[in-house]
């Protein structure tokens, strides 16, 4: 066993293992604060997780954007020649956005009959925390 007692194994000057320090000696002992321990608001903060556009698909003259949010907050995807749009989420989560083309644009695609390359940024504003972006090119035929 491990007894404290002398004499016995794991007493003083025993062979079993060690159940407190020896006469006179000092055991320091340093804990490291994980970020698990640590309280809300204590200084320690989460790395930041990013919005991620996961695809993106074009049907006439609407955009369709699947996104991974990592979070609570507002996603907004805009671009030249896009009408904004924006979705709430509640938590983290994979959202659907239609963006449609502006009526300059679409205008503009059907008299061309040639391939639009529109650039469209997502940004997403969390509750609490950083906020993040993610761009896309999508190409319009």
Same mark, same amino acid.
Do not use: M
């Given at each position: ?31 490291? /604060? ?18 991620? $556009? ?8 609407? $955009? &369709? ?6 979070? /609570?907050? @507002? ?7 896009? @009408? ?22 679409? &205008? ?9 390359? $529109? ?20 190409? $319009?035929?």
């Amino acid at each position: 066993g491990s007894g404290g007692g002398t004499g016995g194994p794991g007493g003083a000057g025993g062979a079993g293992g060690a159940s407190s320090p020896a006469p006179g000696s000092t055991t320091v002992v340093y804990e490291l /604060a994980s970020p698990s321990d640590a309280s809300p608001g204590a200084g320690v903060k989460a790395p930041a997780a990013k919005v991620k $556009i996961l695809s993106h698909e074009v049907k006439g003259d609407t $955009i &369709t954007l699947v996104v991974r949010v990592p979070a /609570a907050g @507002r996603l907004t995807v805009a671009g030249k020649g896009v @009408r904004p749009v924006s979705k709430q989420a509640d938590e983290a989560e994979r959202l659907t956005l239609r963006a449609v083309l502006t009526k300059a644009e679409a &205008t503009s695609l059907r008299r061309r009959h040639r391939r639009l390359d $529109i650039k469209l940024d997502v940004s997403f504003k969390p509750v609490s925390g950083a906020s993040s972006t993610a761009a896309a090119t999508v190409k $319009i035929d």
